[in-house]
């Protein structure tokens, strides 16, 4: 666990000043992004044997996990946000650390250097076959892509598009017991014209390309609407395609089974609502422990706080899935709280990264850019800071919605009080900085150089996604460079924006602002810098720290 003591590093019990030559000399395992840690606002983990649901409530869309021996691996959507393809390790399924990102940067390479919201990495599948860690993705105006790597804690290849096709989505592979390989997918009906219906066609075992036997194997038009993201497995001499259908947040979670890989299929749902408030329970991954227990992991669509994630216990009658609590009629219903999963051991509490010190040379895992990141955006320092260089805005653009220079992280918990500690050193007039709440619609604090003067100011932009203008409010002028900044998210994306010039007294700076979703993802939090033209000699914003609270 990582603790931040004003200008100090404590990693691991071993004291370690900053901007002192004992921080260069740590060892390079030491100041690594994968040190474990426990937010201060999100654990789903009780300490009591049992575990609430989400196991994380931040936005991995589209989860996909495998088990390989004890450990447990997840990935999820990303679209444009790069790095892209998080990677999340846990042993128990409760407890999550997020220890790797898969894609450093999206291709095609031209297409991703500019903000594509909605489109890039959707739905996608990784699986363990012979040594190997495949992820399968879908970029639904290019095709399936398909990535390895033999140890996913590292580098992984680089995108093979394995089936090229407008609308192609939702990849799932199959390896069978006689050596053959299927991949079964759906489609986009925002890019092919149809959808609600599942495919399966053969894939080379080195899964490097698919053959054109396409089959269609399931049509939900009738019953099962809008069908899409399948998991491809095989048990008991059947094979089953999990797949939600129904709708993001509306829907249910359905699995098909056959004898015969191409089909046909017969139907039947395993999950839905029911009277719980976990709205449209589907898309996700079944897992077994060592121990021959059976789970599912899902999301849940929560408007502005994006798609969160559920753990299901599961079990098997009549060669069919129960998923959560059996109602009685064979079709579970989510939980809320439950025992924790026996994996054969206990294993300490930890979540993914939020709080962040910038004391390493590497930015942490938790950040995100909304496009493919230069290296003049922003750079970590060896002095317990990352540098934020103020960027031209790119030429048409009217908002931040345009901006690919956004430092953002996903929202750790449903509220949370969000402090950074900032020094904000402007080289001209006109250049300024932000902390920023971003969506569909956007806030941020912004701290301007004006007349030489610098200035503290709520900037809110509604509409941004349909070019809409921002509207500036009332400007406080601030002597120091030196500036600590505050947001505080309440129940519904509820966000106050304030600033202190001191850390401990806090001035609240404009009207209260309801935070929206972004295209397919949850509101984010962070960082931009910016100014108008280009110079040779840019401003600049440090960040020291920031600070996830309850």
């Not at 790597?149 to 090229?164: A, Y």
């Not at 046909?264 to 996700?284: L, R, S, W």
């Not at 026996?342 to 962040?356: E, F, H, I, Q, R």
Request: hydrophobic share 35%; aromatic share 14%; net charge neutral.
């Amino acid at each position: 666990m990582v603790r931040r003591k004003k200008s100090a590093l404590v990693l691991n019990g071993v004291f370690v000043k900053k901007n002192c030559f004992l921080f260069l000399l740590a060892p390079l395992w030491l100041l690594g992004q994968t040190q474990q840690t426990i937010s201060e606002v999100w654990q789903s983990d009780q300490g009591d044997g049992t575990y609430a649901n989400p196991i994380l409530h931040a936005d991995y869309s589209d989860p996909d996990v495998v088990r390989v021996g004890e450990d447990y691996y997840m990935t999820a959507s990303s679209f444009n946000c790069i790095p892209g393809l998080p990677i999340l390790h846990s042993k128990d399924l409760v407890n999550w650390q997020l220890v790797n990102h898969a894609l450093p940067k999206q291709v095609p390479l031209d297409v991703f250097d500019v903000p594509q919201h909605g489109n890039g990495v959707w739905a996608p599948c990784i699986r363990f076959h012979e040594g190997m860690y495949y992820i399968f993705y879908p970029d639904p105006d290019f095709g399936i892509y398909m990535i390895k790597t033999d140890d996913p804690n590292t580098n992984w290849s680089e995108p093979q598009l394995i089936k090229s096709g407008k609308g192609l989505i939702d990849p799932a592979p199959l390896w069978d017991d006689d050596g053959q390989a299927y991949l079964a997918y759906a489609f986009a009906g925002s890019r092919a014209g149809i959808k609600s219906m599942l495919l399966v066609c053969s894939m080379s075992p080195d899964a490097t390309r698919t053959v054109e036997n396409d089959v269609l194997v399931f049509d939900g038009h009738e019953k099962q609407p809008t069908i899409e993201g399948p998991k491809f497995y095989k048990r008991n001499g059947y094979y089953y395609l999990f797949a939600p259908a129904g709708g993001v947040s509306t829907g249910w979670q359905l699995v098909l089974r056959s004898k015969n890989v191409f089909g046909p299929y017969e139907e039947k749902i395993v999950m839905e609502q029911g009277a719980t408030p976990i709205n449209g329970p589907h898309q996700g991954a079944w897992v077994d422990t060592i121990t021959g227990e059976d789970w599912f992991i899902h999301f849940q669509d929560k408007g502005a706080y994006g798609r969160v994630v559920h753990l299901q216990p599961m079990k098997w009658e009549n060669d069919w899935p129960i998923i959560g609590k059996d109602q009685g009629n064979g079709v579970g219903v989510p939980v809320l709280e439950y025992k924790k999963s026996n994996v054969g051991k206990t294993y300490p509490k930890v979540t993914p990264p939020d709080s962040d010190g910038f004391n390493a040379t590497s930015l942490g895992l938790q950040w995100q850019w909304h496009a493919n990141p230069k290296l003049y955006w922003g750079l970590p320092t060896s002095n317990g800071y990352f540098r934020l260089f103020c960027q031209a805005i790119p030429e048409g653009v009217t908002n931040l919605w345009g901006v690919p220079n956004l430092l953002l992280q996903k929202w750790p918990s449903k509220t949370f009080t969000a402090t950074t500690k900032v020094t904000f050193r402007a080289h001209e007039d006109g250049e300024k900085a932000g902390f920023l709440i971003m969506g569909r619609s956007y806030a941020y604090l912004e701290v301007k150089r004006e007349n030489d003067e610098l200035y503290v100011s709520q900037v809110i932009c509604n509409n941004a996604d349909l070019e809409g203008i921002e509207t500036v409010g009332k400007s406080y002028k601030v002597k120091s460079y030196e500036l600590y900044l505050r947001i505080a998210v309440d129940k519904g994306g509820k966000c106050q924006f304030g600033y202190s010039k001191d850390g401990k007294t806090f001035k609240n700076v404009g009207e209260g602002f309801i935070a929206r979703e972004g295209k397919w993802i949850g509101a984010k939090i962070g960082y931009f810098a910016q100014r108008k033209g280009v110079t040779n000699n840019a401003g600049y914003l440090d960040i020291d720290w920031i600070r996830f609270m309850p």
